[in-house]
């Protein structure tokens, strides 16, 4: 199993360690909730090291990437990143990825562990330019520092105080020891925070420095258990849940990153899909009383099947069951009471707006 320059550290904080694709991280410290709430509350810091990075440059790196996702790269422009997919000829989704953009002929591609192997060989294999494709996730490690007292934190821990004044999705290279470190304003916790892209050999220094900065103020270690029921609270997809091979980003209800006139991979179904074609969408169900609804429950209204929730579980903040669903398009609209079957019983639901917990920056 693969481990990250940190799992020493998980190990020391006492960390119940799962295996997640082909991983060892911890899943939690003390407790989801514990470590959710910290992160609402103060911040929580996590060790993502297993997401794959990719550079793809050269004079036709954009080019390439033009042809590869579905969000136009006008968009983007040096120091900041955006979210989009790597999507396929039928307008699922290979990978959701985020581009951060260097400069011109020159971009750093974040994408899932999982799939991580699939999109090298993706982006490859739909490489018809000059652009050199560049794996280096081996070599970097990554840490998220997330919540609102994100900021302060940061600023005991680096000695340059540019991060500070990052907006939202931008960027900036720093010095950290005697290595260089990547920090992007940027996140999927629904929490203002930072993402700490750098060298392995500086890993450890930087987990243990940035939690005895932030031990006074609430940080605490968070793992996927947390990092999973954050996401789902801010209503963000997942790959594999939300987002498939099989379901477009029209139906996962993110196309708003659909947008490119270049000639990607998908276009013709997903421009059909945003005219109004899907035959399915992703709407919030949460549920008032008892039950916490899990991951392939169906959604019923009355005796009609509408669909399938694709991630559920517990809220900490809302203290109740929630989840998104993948239902018929035009079946559940907000406000709707609907039900969910839990363990053979179908319980009361009601259909809520996007997302459960707007986002805090």
Known sequence: MKRTPLYEEHVKLGARMVDFAGWDLPVMYTSIIDEHAATRTAAGLFDVSHMGE?????????????????????R??????????????????????????????????????????????????HNETSAAV????????????????????????????????????????????????????SGY??????????????????WTGILDAGRDLGLKPAGLG????????????????????????????????????????????????KAGGAGRETVCIEIPGRGVPREGCAVYSGD????????????????????LALVRRGTAQAGMDVQVEIRGARIPARVVRRPFYKFHD
Not at 192 to 204: D, I, M, T
């Open 76 to 125: 983007l422009i040096p120091g900041h990143c955006m979210y989009s997919c790597l999507c396929n000829e039928r307008g699922g989704v290979v990978d959701d990825i985020f581009i951060f953009m260097i400069g011109e002929g020159d971009y750093y591609i974040v994408v899932n562990a999982a799939t991580a192997e699939k999109d090298l060989a993706w982006i490859n294999g």
């Open 189 to 206: 916790t629904g929490e203002h925070g930072y993402e700490f892209f750098l060298p392995n050999a500086n890993a450890v220094k930087l």
């Open 134 to 185: 560049i794996d280096v996730s081996a070599e970097t490690a990554k840490i998220d520092l997330q919540g609102p007292r994100a900021r302060e934190i940061a600023a005991r821990v680096l000695d340059d105080d540019t991060p500070a004044g990052l907006a939202r999705f931008q960027f900036t290279h720093v010095t950290y020891g005697s290595s260089p470190m990547m920090v992007s304003h």
């Open 304 to 323: 009609d099947r509408l669909g399938t929730m694709t991630s559920a579980g517990f809220s900490p903040t809302l203290r109740k069951g929630i989840g």
């Open 54 to 74: 990719i550079l793809v440059k050269g004079a036709q790196a954009k080019t390439l990437l033009g042809r590869l996702i579905p969000t136009s790269m006008d």
């Open 226 to 273: 947390a990092r999973d029921s954050l996401r789902l609270e801010a209503a963000y997809s997942l790959y594999g849940h939300e987002i498939t091979d099989d379901i477009s980003p029209i139906e996962a209800g993110i196309g708003w990153f659909v947008n490119s006139a270049d000639d990607y991979i998908g276009k013709e179904i997903l421009v059909a899909h």
